[in-house]
């Protein structure tokens, strides 16, 4: 079961709806024993990214996030999800985020219409289980503001948009998708199902252990 967690802001049936037409039993929900008990995790999100981390504090899921990312459990960031997952943003004001992955989140530079919305393609930087089957340079479809600014090392792939916008990142069991892969076409629900396939994987290497 993957937990898809609501703290009030995101694409919540979406999401869900693109995982049930894969196959994976999911549950949207901020209970923490609900989450503790999932297989893997899914952190979606729209919106801004000082309110979203107040909403996660305001129900208690910054520690539960930080807590069951140690315990290897694999974690998918959408959008603003997957901002979240940085150190910090710079949007409205500096805040703190879940530092599960290094570098800010800064506003996308002059030059180019904002939000960056519609359909770029991915440029791969490296391999990841995350695109796997996929190749050449996929189409995927962004909305957003504010991009990742990041290590190299946790870039998977990306996209041009007057900067280098990390379109994917990965580092351990933490992945990120800046695009939103529920509306990414096929392209997006293959990527939906290779993360079906890293929570199996993960999941059945603990109940070995």
């Known amino acids: ?15 869900s709806k693109a995982l049930e037409h894969i196959g994976v039993t999911c549950e949207i ?13 899914v952190l979606p999100g729209v919106g801004a990214f000082p309110k979203a981390m107040k909403e996660l504090e305001e129900r208690g899921l910054i520690s539960l996030i930080k807590e069951q990312a140690a315990s290897g459990k694999p974690v ?18 500096f805040t703190e985020g879940l530092g599960l ?31 796997q089957g996929l190749t050449g340079n996929p189409y995927v479809y962004y909305v957003h503001s504010f991009y990742a600014d990041t290590a190299n090392d946790v870039i998977v792939s990306g996209s041009d948009y007057g900067v280098f916008v990390p379109g994917v990142v990965s580092k351990g ?25 890293l929570v199996e994987t993960c999941s059945s290497s603990q109940q070995l252990t």
């Open 29 to 41: 929900t901020d209970n923490p024993e609900t989450i503790r008990q999932s297989d893997g995790i």
């Open 173 to 197: 069991n933490i992945y990120g998708a800046q695009f939103h892969p529920e509306k990414s076409s096929d392209v997006g629900l293959k990527m939906l199902q290779n993360f079906k396939e």
């Open 76 to 93: 998918l960031g959408i959008c603003l999800g997957m901002q979240l997952l940085f150190e910090a943003s710079e949007e409205i004001e």
């Open 101 to 131: 992955l290094p570098g800010t989140v800064r506003k996308l530079p002059a030059g180019r219409k904002i939000p960056h919305m519609g359909w770029n393609a991915l440029e791969t930087k490296q391999e990841s289980p995350l695109l």
């Open 1 to 15: 079961m993957i937990a898809i967690i609501d703290y009030g802001m995101g694409n919540l049936r979406s999401v």
